[in-house]
Structures are given as C-alpha cells and as structure tokens.
C-alpha cells in the first residue's frame, strides 16, 4: 500500500511538472533564474516575453540541454559564463525550462 501511494505521487508530480511545462512555463524554477540572469535582454524567448536581439533566438534556435548548460557555464560567443553567478543544479534548471519552453 505504501509503495503505491509512492508510485501515484511520483506520477501525479511528474504530470504536474509536465503541465506545467506545457502551460505555464513561467511556473518553472528555471524561469525565475533566466528572468535573474537578465537573460531575456540578450535572447528571444516568447514563454518569458523576451525579445533581445544580440544572442540566438531561443525559440528558433530549439537548442539541447547539454548546449545550454555548455554555454550558461562557461560562456562563449559574446555570452557571459555564469558558473560563478548560479550552481550546477540552477543552470541545469535555466536549461530545462528553456528546452521545454523554447519554440511553443
């Protein structure tokens, strides 16, 4: 019985999570720390009403949590690193909502 009641609240969470992927992006702990990070003055991303123009566009860009998390750490390309600013957890966060949310 409680080994169910386990299961269900890990399903029920992911399928939180996942809705509010979907749906509210901006619910996201990743949202919070692009919004921290100024990230929207650089780069596009509609989920976060950003509309800079100096970094790729994150919508049309769609790229891969490895490369987020790449270029957040260590910078590149004109980008700042953030490895001093956020912990590896906070960047991996950054880089989860931005893949969830980046070209819907």
Do not use: E, W
Not at 27 to 40: D, H, I, N, Q, V
Not at 76 to 103: C, D, L, N, R
């Amino acid at each position: 019985m409680k080994r169910t009641r386990t299961m269900l609240a890990a399903t029920a969470g992911a399928a939180l999570a996942l809705s509010l992927a979907g749906s509210a992006g901006a619910a996201l702990p990743g949202a919070a720390l692009f919004t921290k990070a100024s990230c929207g003055a650089c780069h596009t991303l509609k989920a976060a009403k950003a509309k800079g123009a100096v970094g790729p566009n994150l919508d049309k860009a769609k790229p891969s949590s490895a490369l987020l998390i790449k270029q957040i750490t260590n910078g590149g390309g004109g980008m700042p690193p953030f490895k001093a600013s956020f912990t590896a957890a906070q960047i991996k966060q950054i880089a989860a909502y931005v893949v969830s949310v980046a070209g819907k």
